[in-house]
Every structure is written in C-alpha cells, then in structure tokens.
C-alpha cells in the first residue's frame, strides 16, 4: 500500500497509462476482427462449438449417471441405519436413477430443499427429506414450511417430503390441501427397494395436472396452526423416542 502522498500519486499514474493500454489494445482487437471477416466467422463457429460441446457433455454426464444407478436398490434396513445426510443423497441418487437431473442442495438455511430436479418433462421437483428413528413421524410444521418455501423460494412446480417414518394426520391433511406429495415408509420401499419410478409413483403426467402442481398461493391464506390445533398426534409425537431426526 501506498505510504504518503507521493506514492499515491504514482500508483493512480501507473493504473491511468494501464488502463490507457488496455482500451488500445481492446479497440486494435476489434479492428482486427471486424476488418477480417475470416477471423469474426473462426470465432463465431468456435464459441458455437464449445457452447455445443458444453451442453453434449451436461447431456452425456446425466446419462452416464442414469447408467451407473439404473440398478440401484435401497432396503429400508438400508435407509434406516443412515445418517440424516446420507438418507439426502440416498434420494438424490434415486432421483439420478429414474432419469432426472438432480442436485443436492441440503445444507443449515437450505430453506425446507434438501434435493431438487428437473426431470424429463421439464417439471421442477423440490425435496425435502426427513430421516427419522423407528417409528417416527413428521409433524405438520414440516409441511408448512416445505409449503411457505418450495414454490417462492424454489420455483416448484412438484413439491415431495420423503421420509423411513411416516407422518402424522394433520401433516397429511395440510399436504393434501397445498397438493404436497407424500412419500412414506411404503411408497419409499416401492420407489427404493422395489425399483419403481418416482414419476409412476407420483403420476407425474404430461402436462402436469393440477391437482399434482404445488398450489403456491395457499401459505397465503393459511397460519401455521400449534401442534395441538393440528393434530393431538403432534404434541405425542414431541415426546416420542422416534421423533424426526432433520
């Protein structure tokens, strides 16, 4: 760093002459390009190239995912003894496995999205993953907060919560009202273990139906209600010993 006045005046006279060069040697490159159409045509057809390139390679990286992971199988003995982070990269592969292009995203202020995917048909699919211990069950706050996030946060156009437990009443009653995809215990054993698509288990079509669209517009309307206005099955659930573990 410049120590006086002095050595700040050179170091401003030394950044104006570089800058002064760098705009000659901008303006001199662009006269040589446009005054030879040859080298313009050269650098087009090899930025067209390379973009071609790009987006083949993205292609072929998914496919060779899809490849890798076509015979995946998961038990739920399997699923049951991972760790919370492991369970979110276990559906993330599951995902890869059935054809979609799919990222991890779980992390602290992952705002309810532990996975999300494109799948072939251009649907968004947002995930929130819950591992939890023997019997364990989601609670509806779960859903509210997948709800208030997934579609203004996300751009959801599907939004799922999977879970090894199950959920409670007022968590599958609020999921059902704000078109939440479910997936518990045994549609996790036909998705994982079985080896059926994640997009036959949730009908999935072309184009999407609107009752399988997330309904964005319904955390507007609605408070987050206490676990006792829920469901009396969310204040047990607090205290049981399988409560959810992320």
């Not at 999300?116 to 591992?131: P, T």
């Not at 206490?226 to 205290?239: G, N």
Request: contains cysteine; positive net charge; charged residues 25%.
């Amino acid at each position: 760093m410049p120590r006086d006045l002095s050595e700040w005046i050179a170091a401003l006279f030394v950044v104006v002459i570089a800058a002064a060069l760098l705009v000659q040697g901008i303006r001199a490159l662009i006269g040589l390009i446009f005054g030879h159409w040859y080298i313009a045509a050269a650098l087009g057809s090899g930025l067209t190239i390379a973009i071609a390139a790009a987006l083949w390679w993205q292609v072929a990286a998914v496919r060779r995912r899809t490849a890798r992971l076509r015979h995946l199988r998961l038990t739920l003995h399997d699923l049951d003894a991972m760790s919370p982070q492991a369970f979110e990269f276990a559906v993330r592969d599951l995902m890869l496995r059935d054809g979609m292009n799919a990222r991890h995203v779980g992390r602290r202020g992952d705002k309810a999205a532990d996975v999300i995917a494109l799948d072939e048909r251009g649907h968004r699919i947002v995930v929130q993953c819950k591992h939890t211990t023997t019997g364990g069950k989601v609670r509806v706050d779960v859903i509210y907060q997948v709800n208030g996030t997934a579609g203004p946060a996300h751009g959801a156009d599907v939004a799922v919560v999977v879970t090894n437990g199950s959920f409670t009443r007022g968590a599958r009653e609020s999921a059902a009202e704000f078109r939440i995809h479910l997936i518990g215990r045994q549609d996790l054993a036909r998705w994982a273990a079985d080896g059926e698509s994640l997009q036959r288990l949730l009908r999935l079509t072309t184009p999407l139906r609107r009752r399988r669209r997330l309904r964005h517009t319904a955390a507007m309307r609605h408070r987050s209600p206490s676990p006792l206005e829920a469901d009396p099955q969310e204040a047990m659930s607090r205290t049981s010993p399988g409560a959810t573990r992320t």
